[in-house]
């Protein structure tokens, strides 16, 4: 069986929103302590891995399942949430189908089709990383909007102790530069300079689940893949993102 | 002559709004009691009447006239009221204008040309229906939209004394189901289960002029026509749309 | 060397927008006191005159400078300014570039491409007009919005004392009346009855950098062009507009 109860439908939404602006389909690993699901995006660019324990939901009982589920369909349900809405989800394994249910002033219940999503044994990689910053979502999603001007790549650099986001194209440059004692930032580790290159679609579809004031983590090396990491609603969302190989 | 001013220059935007979600053209028929026109859509398949008496106007005077006019254009004249314009409807003979005049801080005037609008002698049917039920338009448009996640069509039900709206697509499926002690439902009056299938395109375009708080009276019977019935600004408005004939 | 600090980004991006609307690329001649640019729209129908004094800004340094850009580009950074940033405007004269720096919580810093663009000498005429009326922007907009409805031209009048807004489709006639008390006019200084058709777009875009309380100069004559004046953040921005000729 597979049951679990949130308070906040709403919350739960941005979860599913971030998995479906990089993936179509993801298989949730449940069990009785968590809801794990790890993806590439169809381009085998981007890793994404959802991490929600038990205790991020009010009610929660599990024995051990694959839920593959279409994301595209799943989010357009999960737009259908109030405000006040209490959310459950369960497996109905008998129809083959994961319940979405809304309890509010009235009850909404959807029976979302089950999909053989294969599930690949990925693991999010153990690399370490010379740099860690935590910035307010907000900023960073500016600083790349700002790049997106000029060109569809940004560089994320670490110099002299700031962090830069920065972008060339044919005509025009945007540089968007967080010193160390920007109100943006929470805290810098900085262990030497860095620079990687990214494809900037793939940056803002990982960062489009925070809200302004969230905070993430940015983990920097010299072209190697960004890891990108943050909480919504008590589940664990991490990126990972390929540099661009400068030839 | 036909003259009418009424202060609320928006509210009476939501009645052409209403109209012209189904309708093309009207023929307003007016005499020196009420507004009243009844239409059925390009299609055949809804049935609009809308009924204005005299007394939802500040002022009114008229003779019998037949004002036909395209609902699209007044439609767009009524978009420029503002929240604090009176509203002055008067009929050109000598141009064969409706003049539409908002008065605010300026004088707006449109000169809406008329239409020789084929008036058929319809009548809104005078059926019995089993159950009638009194809910707020905002959870009843969100069943709608629920239901248009999975399906172009809805199953409007009544079960176990319970209020349904039921949607299947080719994959998923859709149920809201209001009780009848719902903060939704004002009241429900149950004769007997029931059960009609509508094209959902038909059934929101019916819903659009009502507020989220405003109340519709549905009247609901087995593979009958649905009846929803509701106010806008003092003028009543309701719509009848033919179900499908399950095959 | 050009360099100019302005507290409000918000308001400068105003002056940025007016010109984008009706012009691609603008040539700024810069030199000690003032920041200047006339331009003329692609079809010639439209001039564009913007006029900022030092005093419009915080800080201001300049010898005498030619500094053309392509409008789209520096209009898409302009929208990148958040409501407490900082502006500063800076010739790299060595990389050829405006630098366009937005400071605040971060610093965003662009480098926009310099063109060669062909500073005709333009002026504009000195023409005594007959009639000037100052109108609040809102209540003009609305009256050019309704216009709209019903042709693609306008004719702004003088006559009787009042200022009108007057459109004629092939149905439909739209006309908006502004007498010398409504609360939309600041006031009005009439020497004679007068009468000229205006292309809607034009006239749209010349005041679509003016917000709704925002006051603008309508100077009118018959047959001539006319012209809209009005401040933005300290910058004059005046328009003049052809009429249309009337076979």
Not at 11 to 24: P, T
Not at 117 to 125: A, E, F, G, I, R
Not at 172 to 188: G, K, P, Q
Request: glycine share 4%; charged share 30%.
């Amino acid at each position: 069986m597979f049951k679990a109860v949130i308070s906040g439908a709403k919350n739960f939404k941005k979860v599913i929103d971030a998995a479906s602006n990089l993936l179509i389909e993801i298989c949730f690993e449940v069990n009785e302590e968590r809801v794990k699901a790890i993806a590439m995006d169809p381009d085998h660019v981007a890793l994404v891995s959802i991490d929600i324990p038990k205790e991020a939901f009010d009610e929660y009982e599990a024995d051990v399942h694959s839920i593959g589920v279409d994301l595209e369909a799943f989010k357009k349900i999960m737009n259908m949430a109030k405000a006040k809405d209490k959310l459950i989800l369960e497996l109905d394994e008998e129809k083959d189908k994961l319940n979405v249910v809304f309890k509010g002033a009235m009850t909404r219940k959807f029976a979302l089709a089950l999909y053989d999503v294969s599930s690949l044994d990925l693991q999010v990689p153990d690399i370490e990383y010379p740099n860690e910053i935590l910035i307010k979502a907000g900023p960073f999603v500016d600083a790349l909007k700002g790049a997106n001007l000029v060109s569809d790549w940004a560089t994320l650099k670490v110099e002299d102790g700031k962090f830069i986001v920065y972008a060339k194209g044919d005509l025009n440059e945007s540089e968007t530069v967080f010193e160390e004692d920007s109100e943006s930032i929470i805290s810098m580790n900085i262990g030497e300079d860095a620079k990687s290159t990214f494809y900037l679609e793939y940056l803002r579809d990982m960062t489009k689940a925070a809200s302004s004031g969230d905070i993430l983590k940015i983990y920097l090396g010299s072209d190697m893949p960004v890891k990108v990491e943050y909480d919504v609603a008590g589940a664990n969302l991490t990126f990972l993102l390929a540099p661009r190989i400068e030839s």
